[in-house]
C-alpha cells in the first residue's frame, strides 16, 4: 500500500482539536490543492469561503445545530456551487444565457464536494484533521444571510480544520462496510432484508438490528435538523426551477 492510498485508509474525521494554529502557507497549500480538483469542462463552478471572523464562525457554530466544536477549529471553509459567477460572466459578454437550472445545480454540486475532499486530502498528508458539517445546508434564510449567499449559489459543504489531540488520533476509525455490499457489477442490485442486516451487521455488535435501526433513524433520518435540511434545500432549489 502506497503512502497516498494508507493515508485514504487511515484518514477519520477530527472533531476535537489542539490550540496549535494552522500556518498560513499550510492554508494556502489546503486552498490550491482543492482547485486542483477534477472540474466539468475546467470551469471550477465553486466559490470558497474562507471564514477567518471569529464571531462568524461563532454564528456558524449556532446555525448548523450548535456544534460548538466549529468555533474552536482553527480553519473554517465553506464550499458554495456557484453558477453565478458564470451566469453573469455570460450575460457581461452578451451571450444571452438561459437561467442556471437542476442539472446545472447538479453538476456544480459534484465539482464542488470533489474541490472539499481534495482539501481533506491535502490537510491529512499535513497532519491536519478535518471534518465536513453538512448542517451548512440548513437555515436557508439565516445562511444566505450570513454567508451573503447571492441567487444560484449553493452552500453544498463546510469543512473545520485543526491539529487533532491525541485522543483523537488514537481513536478507532468507525468499520466502513464491506465492498461486495457497495460495488454492484454492470447493474443496481436491489438488497433484501437479509443482505440489508448482513450488510449493517457491523452496526450491531452490543444490540439487535431493530434497535440499532430504529435509533439512527430517529436521530437521523427523522429529526428535526433533517427535516429543516430538506426545506432549506428545496428553498435553495427553488431558484433553479423558475
Request: proline share 3%; net charge negative.
Amino acid at each position: 500500500m502506497n503512502n497516498t492510498i494508507k493515508e485514504l485508509f487511515d484518514r477519520k474525521s477530527v472533531r476535537v482539536f489542539t490550540d496549535k494554529e494552522i500556518s498560513d502557507s499550510d492554508r494556502r497549500t489546503i486552498l490550491e490543492a482543492a482547485m486542483q480538483a477534477p472540474t466539468a469542462g475546467n470551469m471550477q463552478i465553486y466559490t470558497i469561503i474562507d471564514i477567518q471572523s471569529e464571531e462568524l464562525k461563532e454564528k456558524m457554530a449556532v446555525l448548523c445545530d450548535n456544534q460548538a466544536f466549529i468555533a474552536k477549529a482553527k480553519m473554517v471553509l465553506v464550499f458554495c456551487a456557484d453558477y453565478r459567477k458564470w451566469y453573469d460572466a455570460f450575460l457581461a459578454a452578451g451571450a444571452n444565457p438561459r437561467n442556471p437550472e437542476l442539472g446545472d445545480l447538479a453538476l456544480a454540486i459534484s465539482d464542488t464536494n470533489i474541490a472539499a475532499q481534495n482539501s481533506v486530502v491535502a490537510a491529512h498528508s499535513l497532519g491536519i484533521g478535518s471534518c465536513y458539517i453538512g448542517d451548512v445546508m440548513e437555515n436557508c434564510e439565516k445562511m444566505r444571510e450570513c454567508l451573503n449567499l447571492p441567487k444560484y449559489v449553493f452552500p453544498a459543504a463546510m469543512l473545520v480544520f485543526g491539529y487533532p489531540t491525541q485522543q483523537q488520533i488514537e481513536r478507532t476509525k468507525p468499520l466502513r462496510c464491506k465492498l461486495e455490499d457497495i460495488v454492484c457489477v454492470d447493474s443496481y442490485e436491489l438488497k433484501d432484508e437479509t443482505r440489508l442486516r448482513e450488510m449493517f451487521s457491523k452496526e450491531c455488535t452490543n444490540r439487535s438490528f431493530e434497535d440499532w435501526a430504529k435509533a439512527f433513524c430517529e436521530r437521523k433520518y427523522n429529526s428535526d435538523f433533517s427535516r429543516e435540511m430538506s426545506r432549506s434545500v428545496a428553498m435553495y432549489f427553488e431558484d433553479y426551477m423558475q
